[in-house]
């Protein structure tokens, strides 16, 4: 099996270790599994379409994308609108479709934050993306991991989104072992 993960801090975060702290979570559970990671901290979907056709389209053999995007999309300080984060979806998809199946492409909804801590995302705001990322992904048969659910459902919420940063986004090693749990669902 071999799978491409990209997206923005979320995925690229290495949380200490020498590479991201996602691929050694996958690696732990899944022996022998092959894990590209294009992710870039700070990457909104205007930043991943400038570096689509080398991040991501450029690699052969690849079994299933895993995308997390859109956390930096709605961030209040550098909001860029529904409207266009919905385009750049589409082109996203489109692009992918050109290579690969519906049914290989995953995109990941933004985790729920703390907003005692986060100062620059909200839960109804994260919630009013997902729909747009949801709806654009559907209509073209795309799989959505409803990631944020999975997060704010967890008893331990709050800790599970205290990585080194503690910003109430950035999660640690326990956010990374149920995101990885979730990708091996779909593996």
């Known amino acids: 099996m071999k799978i491409l993960v990209t997206g923005d801090s979320l995925i690229a975060r290495k949380e ?90 995953y995109f990941i909804t933004p985790p729920a934050v703390d907003e005692k801590k986060q100062k620059f995302r909200n839960n109804e705001l994260i919630k009013d993306y997902i729909n747009v990322l949801t709806e654009t992904a559907n209509s073209e048969s795309c799989v959505v991991i409803d990631f944020y659910t999975e997060i704010i459902n967890q008893p331990d919420f709050k800790k599970i989104i205290n990585g080194t940063v503690k910003d109430g986004l950035h999660f640690g090693k326990e956010g990374y072992d149920l995101l990885s749990d979730i990708i091996i669902r779909y593996l």
């Open 16 to 105: 200490s270790l020498k590479e991201p702290m996602l691929n050694h979570y996958l690696k732990k559970k899944v022996p022998g599994i092959k894990i590209i990671n294009t992710a870039i901290s700070g990457n909104n979907t205007n930043d991943l379409i400038q570096r689509f056709e080398k991040d991501v389209m450029s690699y052969q053999g690849i079994d299933k994308i895993f995308i997390l995007i859109g956390t930096n999309d709605l961030a209040l300080n550098k909001q860029i609108p529904k409207t266009i984060y919905r385009e750049n979806l589409q082109w996203i998809i489109s692009e992918l479709k050109e290579k690969y199946k519906s049914d290989q492409i």
